[in-house]
């Protein structure tokens, strides 16, 4: 464990406790380089690729909701591919049983033992696609995974590789089809995001580079620009970001805030995590410091679906948009 | 789709159906509502208190304006219809018609006053004579002067009272507030309103203003601080300064020194009783006659309790008055004024002017001619009296008067009048065997004269003067004897006037006399039928003469200037106090012996109103403006402060800010710094000159902050403040677009690694610190110029 000087740096369990963080420029530089080469796959989305690092430098989790088609799968996968991590895909559906997700224990013949097949959960990336379509048992043997970083199979706990982050998308198409995610698991997300579809220009450029390439899908052949270990050393620099008081303070109001204006308002998770992801922006801006700024930035992605309201008439986009309005920041 | 059409319709028509019925319902309710609830809502608002405020105010003036000349009864039960009916019109009537109606009911008032003032006076009437009259109520002229004055307020008071209720009870407080006020205005400014109840008024038109506008829901709760705040700086305002012309409770004799007898005679046509009063010995006019006599200046009719008021107008007049009624005997008298004079003195009645004074004289209601201008020193003005000379057995012998219109006016008494004084007057009538109105009259004098003495230090008795007089008192000077002696007589419904000028002065040739100020008088003037007005002195005149003399020999011995004419002054030295022996004494008791006599029963006077009106008698004069006042207070003062330096040392009267003008000026200083601290002037003063010029240090933390903290400072006053939720970097982002210098951003780096990195230098901090005073010092007019902008 590394020393634990400021009271706001989280505590996780780090196998690789020996791998020293990068000063926040290096850090910078790599997300950078990660980044664009991401962007060479996913035309136009330049938020959401930073919305992912930060997730994962965060320690977090990732929901993105959509339609279908605008390149959820393919963002996930580039992310992984770049830092040469490894990446499992789990397609929800109704029938979809939670021992698909977590693994089996299969009766081996030869040695007349079970041996336990690993589900896809075994993984770096996991990309949960569709995960509204699973009845609700299904849906919470992801969340447990992602929660406690373990899976318990037939009593025996196995630990989940670490870095391990969940990418989940949600179809909002269909609602008549789905099982709604209920909050408590969706508070388990650090954020969540929409892609939205690309600009007009930027879809005649994506266009014209797949049609172009007949190697197949360009996401087939990104090559890494990081490893793994740059990843865990990232995510150690960005522990170690200092929050200062002014800015810890501002968090919980934007919380407070919340909780008086909507039914059900932000939970000390989702404070957590705010500060956590503002730690991860202000590295991808360079800066060993958070200022409100960051905090700003990544309200709306990681407060937003932890609010519920009592009417349709607001939602809690609108009650985050409200408290960064009304608000104090110093 | 048919089906659903045909649905619809048939929806619709039930739907018209009971709209229908439900516009029934409405109606029925809003009538129910209306029985049941019988307030008008205008009336449940916090502005009714305003409204009500000033009604009470000037039905508070009214009151105390009729308790003197009588109808406070009608006019209470007047104004409770009033106030009743404009609750229920309302409710009823639309405020057109009302307007009308109001309109309408004022000028039926108004022609009922007019027909109610005595045909006599109508003659008067005149646009001339309504506008002076007008501008002298609006100048500090009680509205007692007014002739029918009660009548007048039966018919114009209950009518706006009306009006008034009836736009309360719409709910149009504001006008309501505006009439009212100006009701109270027209009694604030003719004097009768006092500063307390003018206070009241004011409040009341402010809170019923202030509390209509802020009738936007929760605006009365959210600025409601605000609005006691301006009513509490009126009332301290208005406490602290007096500006009002003339206010009711303004009697310069409560505070500061003590008045000269003269001046609180020498008023105008208001008159208010004071407390201890002094003599100037300084010579005012000297006079030839052929008869020596008191000269008479002017009279006064209205009686409150606490002073007379003359009532009625003047007119221009020339040629000659026709005299008093019965047998009279002409005098010719010649005044020659050594010091300017507004008032005519003159044996009661001057009837004609002659010279330059001849062409501008005009004449009151009671006979006084009086100079339309001011009677110049040294100038010669030549009177003819017409003095009526009664046989007492005449008089014995008069009718009892029976006009209606003298008995009325001159023998009214203010209705708070105790009973006792008329209870004492029939006592000592009864005593002395008075069986006709002459005789009275000489009771009363005499019992006056006996059973009192006078002085010229007396304390002001509250409430009603001649009743305190009569029953508290044991001694007064003439003022006091008058007073009583007129309230006596009226009390037992004898018609008598109070009556002001000069008693006759010292003789210094066989018919010349040298009248000084401290000859001014008071006297009584009692009406007989077929005789006019007859005078009588009530005060007693050897202990008056003796006073006088002493302070002359004071005045002569301390070299007063202005005290002797040529033909005045004593051969050997000044005569000292200790000089006057026993036979000056006597001669004096037995001078005023004469005068008494003379007064009683062969200086009679005639006057009859109707002579008066009619135009052809009657000059007389109020002592009026002798040393130049027309009698505002200011003037009366000044006239206090020559007497008060007759008796004191000329130094004390080096001019210092009055108590007034020092309460002003010190609320207008406590104003100003309030205000420039509410403002925030000394603030940004402070800040202006903080942000230019170098700090001490402190750590680099708070140094970073107060830096950016005054760019912050510098920024809001050149385009915008941050606001909430805005952050250093985004509000400065923001302002790019509105060319803000680009090392404003240096300056936030400086200030966000100090407060969120907590890791800051020194150096960084000072340059943040000089960029800030350089932003300030380029941005300051003028200055800045010498910076010059990259």
Redesign the interface.
Known sequence: MTDVTDTTETTVEDDSGDLPPFGPTETARLTEEVIESVEAVIVGHRDAIEDVIVTVLARGHLLIEDVPGVGKTTLAKAIARSFDASFKRVQFTPDLLPSDVTGVNVFNQRTEEFDFRPGPVFATFVLGDEINRAPPKTQSALLEAMEERQVTTDGVTRSLPDPFCVIATQNDVEPGQTYELPVAELDRFTKKIRLGYPGTDEEVHMLERLVDDHAGHPVESLEPVASVEDLLRARRTVAKVEAAEPVRAYVARLATYTRRNAALGVSPRGSLALLRTAQARAVLDGRDYVLPDDVQREAQSVLAHRIRTESGETTGRQIVAEALDRVDVE | MRTRHTAGTDKGATRGDGGDDGAERRVFSRSTAASVRSLPPGLVHPATVGVAAIVGAYLHTVLSITDIVGGSSRIVAGVLLAVVLGLACSRLFGERIVAWATLVCLGLALVGYYFAVPESQRALFSFRGVFFDTLSFLTGLSVLRLARVDVWMVAVIPVLSFLITYLTGRGRHVLAAGIAGGILGIFVLSGDAGDAVTIVGVLGVALAAGATTLRVPGGLSGHGDTLALVLAVMLVASATITVIPAGATQSWGGSGGTPGLESTLIDDDELTIVGSAQLSPEVRFTIESDVEANWRTGAYDTYTGDGWVRSGDERPHTGALSGPPGETVAVSSTVVPETEMRALPAPWQAVQVDGRLGESMQVDERGTLRPGTELLEGESVPVESRVPDPDPEELRAADEASDEEVLDRYTQLPEDTPDRLGERTEEILAEADAENSYEAAVAIETYLIEEYDYSLSVERPDGDVADAFLFEMDAGYCTYFATTMVAMLRSQGVPAQFVTGYSSGEQVGDDEWVVRGQDAHAWVQVYFPEHGWVEFDPTPSAERDQVREIRLAEARADGVAGVDTAGSAPEGSPTLPEEIDADDETDVVEESADVDEETAADDVDNETVDDASAGSDIPEDALEGIGGGEATPDELGAEEAVDGADATSPTDRVPAPSRETLGYGLFVLVVAVAGAHHTGVTGRLRFALRVRLPARRRTPVADAERAFADLERLLAARHRGR????????YLTALRVRGVDDRVHAVAAVY??A?????VSREEVDEARRTVRRLAWESTPLVGRLFGRR
């Open positions: 606001r909430r939720g805005e952050t250093p970097r985004s966000e690694r407060v969120y990195a907590g890791d």
